[in-house]
Nanobody, 123 residues
Framework: QVQVVESGGGLVQPGGSLRLSCAAS????????MGWYRQAPGKQRELVAS???????NYADSVKGRFTISRDGAENLVYLQMNSLKPEDTAVYSC?????????????????WGQGTQVTVSS
């Protein structure tokens, strides 16, 4: 069994900062990539930032220069540092992890999602 759990959401004023954390646990052989997605009311879910096991990162244009994704590979943790937050960053943020597990003599790679955490940017 694999679990992905986020934490760190909340209410912040425009221009403020928040740090989201995501922890993957369970029968993990390796993690290929981890990322943060968000979905605002009435909008489609979008990729915010991702990081590969190599350390390579990718960001949505709307958050470049404001958000930073980082990973503690030894602890299967990923962080999203969000600075200079704007009202349009308000959304439910979800963590995704592409995880390889091993069982019954075979390797399996699947995407696992956390439950999501609300980020609200408002004065």
């Amino acid at each position: 069994q694999v679990q992905v759990v986020e934490s760190g959401g909340g209410l912040v004023q425009p221009g403020g900062s928040l740090r989201l954390s995501c922890a993957a646990s369970g029968s993990i052989f390796s993690i290929n990539a981890m990322g943060w997605y968000r979905q605002a009311p009435g909008k489609q879910r979008e990729l915010v930032a991702s990081i590969l096991s190599s350390g390579s990162t990718n960001y949505a244009d709307s958050v470049k220069g404001r958000f930073t994704i980082s990973r503690d590979g030894a602890e299967n943790l990923v962080y999203l540092q969000m600075n200079s937050l704007k009202p349009e960053d308000t959304a439910v943020y979800s963590c995704n992890a592409r995880i390889m597990t091993y069982g019954n003599g075979r390797y399996f790679t699947s995407n696992y999602w956390g439950q999501g955490t609300q980020v609200t940017v408002s004065s």
